[in-house]
């Protein structure tokens, strides 16, 4: 556990590293690389948000843990919202945001975030994610 000597933010940098924790055992990485579990996740949510209807992405934005949920909004132009991308694109806009070697390949890293990610939101709002993007990329969502 984090000691900044305030105990609100103990608690949100302990959920955001449970988070990553989550990410590295999912792919079988060490604690050692934990800036790639960060980037891992960073390279997934931006073009899911972008993907999102401003609504939707709003509502899923707030399920995720605090410091979590600031690396989700950083950058985002809700007013260009949502982005058209197909499948190929949005694989292909993850690969580009994520600076390491993709073991197994984009989609398994996708899967295997979006996995994640479905183990720190309420069912409901996961079931209400899917239900708001289109079937080829809710095919990646668990």
Known sequence: MVDTGFSSFDTMVDKANRLLKDVEEA???PKERRK???AALRAVLHPLRDRLPVETA???????PTIVRGVYYDGW???????????????????SEFPY???GGTERLVRTVLQTLALHVSAGEWEHLKSRIP????????
């Open 135 to 142: 079937n080829s990329l809710a095919a990646l969502l668990p």
């Open 101 to 103: 070697a993709v073991e």
């Open 36 to 38: 790639q579990s960060y």
């Open 77 to 95: 132009k809700p007013a260009e919202a949502p982005v058209k991308m197909s499948n190929e694109e949005f694989l292909a806009r993850v690969r």
């Open 27 to 29: 792919f079988g990485w």
């Open 58 to 64: 709003v509502q899923f934005g707030a399920q995720l």
